[in-house]
């Protein structure tokens, strides 16, 4: 058995903003299923809900604050969760990152370093917990200092870190290592230094034992300019400890069999039984009731990281062809206004929901017949995956994890039953309408896309084969 102290500054259900919650919530859980001795450590923001009994642990005293340790447990599950109090920093209403205007905190650098410090010391079994890690996995920029603090340790635990998104860096001007008490050993070009700037995430990257990515493809593609942000030569030069793990997802929450979120449960068997939420879906957003017109659906960020710039730019062109399309999701006001502004004029073919909204998330999974994710870059992406397990094709452009997780309907994989969406190259609205196009072909062809619809619903996306592939990594650390 390892003990395994887990870093995370989100993890669902606990607090949520973005993929990273997923995975902080289901791959402790998959790693605790598989025997291993678990603890998560988190801030307690002011927004996290706790499910289970709070209890004090300790208080540690770290560049001269006093913070409290608390405990709790993740629900349905053996992980204990290791609550790290400190109101000044993390008590604040919203958002974990940002403020009410969406900036980032102007703390931030002190708000994470702390964060940092906290899980070195838990680490090094300072804590007084009795409890020392084997492994210590880190995850994203919140993180990162981690590593870089255990080099300056003797005999700390083997740490790997895990990349879920190159874009976010955790970048700082350089004054804030006078802030955060940064040891001066780790300030130069190959520490945390980058461009006279201080790099959360290169305290990762330079110091973690192993560092892993969450597919095979994003892997590749941060290695080269286009991905790397400027740090692609440093991952060259670390290619041989860098490893991409496929995320998995929560097959228990995201199961068309009994997913109490949708009005009619069914599986690959009773896929005639996806036409009732199909219709609740029509219903829901004030469009026509129809079988048998392709519904598309959208979930998610509107950012230009998820092509939605292409998708404006395909929509007058979609709004003439036989389709309806649904999109749920918050980012940049002007692609929120003018998404709105085009579902205003096509009233009876589109809807725009703006916001994020749980049991219509699920509700556009069970009841659309397409799933849109055009995205530019998907270091994983897990919507193509809950798509799939609907019977819900996706179209996805081929990047990340996108492209290890979607076969392209061809005739030869139609052919030999692996075919489970659609695939396009370019991040382009040509590209993308072509494969639009090429959607609603297969779509006429009923049988066709039973076949194609009965693949992806095969498809195994289950935590537990992350899980062993993570296990086995600690264990060669």
Not at 107 to 120: G, K, M, P, Q, T
Not at 243 to 249: A, K, S
Not at 442 to 468: H, P, R
Request: with cysteine; hydrophobic share 40%.
């Amino acid at each position: 058995m390892k003990k395994i102290l887990f870093v995370t500054s989100e993890a669902h259900p606990l607090l949520k903003t973005g993929g990273l919650a997923d995975v902080s919530g289901s791959l402790p859980k998959a790693l605790a299923e598989l025997s291993q001795d678990v603890r998560l450590i988190i801030p307690k923001y002011h927004a996290l809900k706790t499910f289970n009994d709070v209890r004090f642990l300790c208080s540690l005293r770290v560049d001269n604050r006093q913070v409290d340790l608390l405990e709790t447990q993740m629900p349905d599950s053996e992980v204990k969760v290791l609550l790290l109090d400190y109101p000044d920093f993390y008590g604040r209403p919203g958002n974990p990152y940002v403020d009410a205007d969406g900036d980032s905190w102007p703390d931030n650098a002190e708000r994470f370093a702390l964060f940092c410090r906290i899980a070195v010391e838990v680490g090094m079994d300072r804590a007084g917990l009795d409890w020392q890690p084997d492994i210590i996995h880190c995850n994203d920029w919140q993180s990162g200092l981690v590593p870089a603090l255990l080099s300056l340790e003797e005999n700390p635990p083997p740490s790997v870190f895990t990349i879920h998104n190159m874009a976010y860096q955790g970048l700082f001007p350089a004054e804030s290592i006078r802030g955060i008490n940064l040891p001066g050993q780790l300030w130069h070009p190959d520490g945390v230094e980058f461009h006279q700037m201080l790099s959360f995430i290169k305290g990762g990257l330079v110091y973690a034992d192993h560092i892993t990515t969450v597919s095979p493809t994003y892997a590749l593609e941060i290695q080269t300019p286009a991905f790397g942000y400027g740090l692609e030569g440093l991952l060259q030069h670390r290619k041989d400890d860098l490893t991409g793990i496929i995320n998995g997802i929560d097959i228990d929450l995201w199961n068309p069999q009994d997913d109490p979120l949708i009005p009619q449960p069914y599986q690959a068997k009773t896929l005639a039984k996806k036409q009732s939420n199909k219709s609740e879906l029509q219903q829901h957003f004030a469009l026509p009731v129809d079988a048998d017109v392709p519904l598309f659906g959208l979930i998610g960020r509107l950012v230009d990281q998820k092509g939605i710039d292409l998708i404006i730019d395909c929509l007058p062109e979609m709004m003439t062809m036989p389709l309806q399309f649904v999109l749920l999701g918050a980012g940049e006001k002007d692609y929120e206004r003018r998404l709105q502004n085009i579902a205003d004029l096509f009233a009876d073919k589109m809807a725009v929901t703006v916001g994020y909204n749980e049991p219509l998330a699920h509700l556009i999974e069970a009841g659309a017949d397409v799933f849109l994710m055009p995205s530019r870059f998907e270091p994983c992406g897990l919507n193509q995956m809950y798509s799939q397990r609907y019977g819900t094709l996706p179209i996805v452009r081929k990047t990340g994890g996108l492209a290890d997780t979607v076969v392209d309907a061809l005739p030869h994989t139609i052919a030999d039953n692996t075919a489970t969406g659609f695939v396009f190259n370019d991040a382009s609205a040509s590209s993308l309408l072509e494969a639009i196009k090429r959607t609603l072909m297969a779509y006429s062809d009923k049988k066709a896309w039973a076949k194609i619809q009965a693949n992806a619903m095969k498809a195994d996306f289950s935590w537990q084969y992350s899980a062993e592939q993570y296990l086995k990594l600690y264990r060669s650390l």
